[in-house]
């Protein structure tokens, strides 16, 4: 949305505002230029909407004057400060930062739970449960349960660590996603072709989409989010290829949609080795359990058949192994 803008005296609106916020947008207002300038305004903090507004509203309150040089004014965050960030149209850029209040602490409503089905010292990428027999897909072969390894014939060498899916194919046995290639077949007889299909581009780690780069997604309530090769989740709008409601520091590079019993849920890796389950609503990110402590970091998230879970391999620091779990979302009075 522009306004027109001269830095003119703050009003009397600002004493409304918590001290820090007020004492912040007047010095971020004071370096602004002193010319007519038409900004465009951008909200991607998860600051409240009613304080969001207020800042928003003060600009429109003091905008006079003729429209002038666009200038984009952007409240943004990091996991300690909000920011105000202005972007002049030569590109000279303007910042104000200022501490986050403490927040109150709500227990969330649901809970996580953690089963491993396997743990081994080399790297796991992906795990099959069917039935009572688990299938566990690495670089460049599948175990089962049943003690039996096949190596997989790839017609194009793997990246350095590689992500994979393995599905249950139905009648065609299993089918397995590695970049750049497909792997379909009954177990024994696992056959490798370069995909034709789009998944993660080949001798690469990452997919590539209409929005860029980015590791793994997930959809609900209207929104995609992007964990993104730059190390920030992105929040999308569905009907947008570009557009940006959030940006989420703090989250890892594995993110997976779990469906539950109480609604739709995004499972996060959160760069402390942990997990936590999180919505979306109202232009708001907020978890719904508490987060789960891990032994070491997520290295992959994949969405289950299985309502209400997901595969989460996790490399265990303290035996070294790879751990292929199921985590299970249990809602509240379940």
């Known amino acids: 949305m522009e306004f027109r803008l001269t830095l003119a005296l703050l009003t009397l609106s600002m004493l409304a505002m918590a001290s820090d916020t007020e004492d912040a947008v007047r010095r971020f207002l004071g370096k602004l230029p002193k010319t007519p300038v038409t900004v465009v305004w951008r909200n991607l903090s998860t600051m409240p909407g009613d304080e969001a507004g207020r800042i928003k509203r003060l600009i429109e309150t003091s905008s006079n004057g003729e429209a002038g040089p666009e200038l984009r004014v952007t409240l943004s965050e990091n996991p300690k400060s909000y920011l105000l960030i202005g972007q002049g149209a030569?590109?000279?850029?303007?910042?104000e930062a200022w501490t986050k209040p403490p927040?109150?602490?709500?227990?969330?409503?649901?809970?996580?739970s953690r089963t491993v089905l396997w743990a081994q010292p080399s790297p796991i990428l992906d795990a099959l449960v069917q039935g009572s027999r688990v299938l566990v897909l690495e670089p460049m072969r599948v175990s089962s349960s049943e003690g039996k390894s096949v190596g997989l014939s790839l017609p194009r060498p793997m990246p350095r660590d590689p992500r994979g899916r393995i599905f249950d194919g139905g009648a065609e046995g299993i089918r397995i996603l590695l970049p750049g290639?497909?792997?379909?077949?009954p177990l024994q007889k696992l056959a490798c072709s370069t995909a034709r299909d789009p998944w993660?581009?080949?001798?690469?780690?990452y997919f590539e989409g209409p929005r860029g780069r980015y590791?793994?997604?997930a959809e609900l309530?209207?929104?995609?989010?992007?964990a993104e090769t730059d190390g920030r989740t992105r929040v999308y709008g569905a009907n947008s290829s570009d557009t940006v409601l959030r940006v989420i520091e703090g989250w890892g590079s594995e993110i997976a949609t779990v469906d539950s019993?109480?609604?739709?849920?995004?499972?996060?890796?959160l760069d402390s080795d942990q997990l936590q389950a999180f919505r979306y609503a109202a232009g708001q990110v907020y978890p719904t359990t508490a987060p789960l402590t891990l032994e070491g970091p997520v290295t992959a998230i994949w969405p289950s058949s299985d309502r209400g879970q997901a595969t989460v391999i996790v490399h265990n620091l303290n035996t070294g192994n790879y751990e292929a779990s199921r985590v299970?979302?249990?809602?509240s009075g379940n």
Do not use: F
Request: hydrophobic share 40%.
């Open 90 to 95: 030569e590109g000279k850029i303007w910042m």
């Open 261 to 269: 019993e109480c609604g739709v849920h995004v499972l996060a890796s």
């Open 221 to 226: 309530d209207g929104a995609i989010l992007q």
């Open 328 to 331: 299970s979302i249990h809602c």
């Open 200 to 205: 993660i581009v080949a001798a690469r780690n």
């Open 181 to 185: 290639v497909r792997c379909v077949g």
């Open 215 to 217: 590791y793994t997604t």
């Open 103 to 112: 927040v109150k602490i709500e227990k969330p409503p649901h809970q996580l």
